[in-house]
């Protein structure tokens, strides 16, 4: 049986809850975002982040915007381990606030911009029935048990893990209009990254019925039971070794070897030793014809595998106590950003480029409590992120109809995401993915008079984790999501946007080592974005 603090060992790849874009990226960056999917040639403020070059279309003057989101997200892994209580395990991710915000000052053919964005994470995740990483191993104690002639039938335990995620991203961009076709744009973005895990398996129960040691069938502590099995079996061993070494200097002075034991010893010694015979495997029948030289060999033999069955006794008690751990994990980066934004068609037209380069990053331990052994203070983690490319276009079909497009590739395999693989930790991505990230996105606004216009998205996002990835901590599946929503002018400088995103994940089954787990998750996501300008 492995010490079950071990399963803590999975939390250190669980360092992210991504709700939209590649697998560590979060690109629902604003309200019009959620209500179009599609915002990569965006020459509004949003464009701070989604197209900086873009922002040269705006007018003079400073530009600000503020949107705030409500993310919703379940979590659901099945597994059809014989052993477990139960089949299903649930888990919520919930952010009641996820704010950006974005500003931005346009003289001329330069624009200066800034953002506050969170690039990753940016919620908790709550299991608080655990998850079958963590029951399966306090599951098989009754198998185990049972294997070695204790009857169990049952376990239980409270198991309970809450993780959070929160990478904050400060931005900043200088945009140039080199004419009326072409601008471009040069920025950075730093990266303050946040992990927190606290969690526990705690009050491990299980139901041996084993008379000779007091336990009838009942629910007992497992680490109780275990210890006290570990006591009566170094009582057996010591039992066992004066047994041989009084029979031996018996024999040692003449008594012969063929002496019946029964006649060797007091009434009491021969029930003292009966027990320590049968719990070496004797049957009473063969005690009670057993002489002393036989009994001193068995007792000689048994004695080191009692004193070795106490060991293990005493490492099962200690792998089922109560475990906790309260960790964080802290590191920052520094992402280049650079873009290129060209206007068509007399402005009909706009097509927008976008690449961020890879950003390396590791995450530092800061511990408090590590039941686990498995968050040694200051020890670090890698949790790169990868390079990423969008193209997007805006097409006005008419004056009150926009057509957008975009598309996006995330280099996955060139970095590491922290992930162990073959025994290696922080292995690089190629060796957990089969292939890099991609989305490609659709939508249009259509504007019902001067102040109001609704719009509407498509979003498909790919993602080719191996098996080796997955955990039901931290997996990945292909999406396909739809955004809802509108934009209400109240005047021509304050401008309203509601919008609305359902995330359809496509599950997955994956057979490993006998055993099926499946994943799955369902995600929603309410936002509201308040855009204010002051121009010339």
Known sequence: MKR?????????????FAFGGGMVHNTNQSAAWIRTLVRDASTSVDAV??????LTQLADGFHFQLNTQTVGQTRTVTSDYRALNKSEFGGTTSVPILPTFFAVYKTGNLAVSA????????????????????????SQIPGALNANSIPTTGYEADIAFEGSSTYFGYQLNFSYKINDMISVALGGRYVSATNSYVGGIKNIMINPNYPAAGFSGSMVSAPAFFTKMATNLTTLAGGATSFANSLNAAMGTGVPAATPLSAALTAEQYAQASQILVAAGVSAAAISTMN????????????????????????????TADVEVDAKQVGNTFTPIFGVNLSLLENKLNVAMKYEMASK??????????????????????????????FGADYKVMDNLKLSFGTHYYWDMNVSYGK????ETNVKNDL??????????????????????????????????????????????????????????????????LGFLNTFYMGKDILANGVTTGYDKTAWVLSFGFTYALTK
């Open 49 to 54: 982040f989604y197209n900086p070059a873009g």
């Open 432 to 497: 957990v993915l089969n292939s890099n990230a991609y989305e490609f996105a659709g939508g249009f606004e259509y504007g019902l008079n001067e102040k109001l216009a609704l719009s509407a998205g498509y979003l498909f996002t790919s993602s080719a984790p191996r098996n080796e990835y997955q955990s039901d901590l931290s997996y990945s599946l292909n999406t396909n999501s739809i955004g809802l929503g509108g934009n209400y002018k109240v005047n021509d400088n304050f401008g309203i946007d």
């Open 115 to 138: 953002g506050f964005t969170v690039v990753g994470g940016g919620g908790s995740a709550s299991f608080k029935e655990g998850l079958p990483s963590f029951e399966i191993p306090v």
């Open 361 to 390: 990053m590791t995450v530092k331990n800061e511990t408090t409590v590590d039941g686990s052994g498995k968050f040694p203070d200051g020890v670090e983690n890698n949790s790169d992120i990868p390079a990423f490319f969008s």
């Open 292 to 319: 002393i030289g036989t009994a001193s060999a068995i007792f000689t033999a048994a004695a080191p595998g009692f004193t070795q069955n106490a060991a293990v006794m005493t490492g099962y008690a200690a792998a």
């Open 420 to 423: 162990s693989f073959n025994g």
């Open 4 to 16: 079950l603090s071990l399963l803590f060992a999975a939390l250190i790849s669980a360092t992210t």
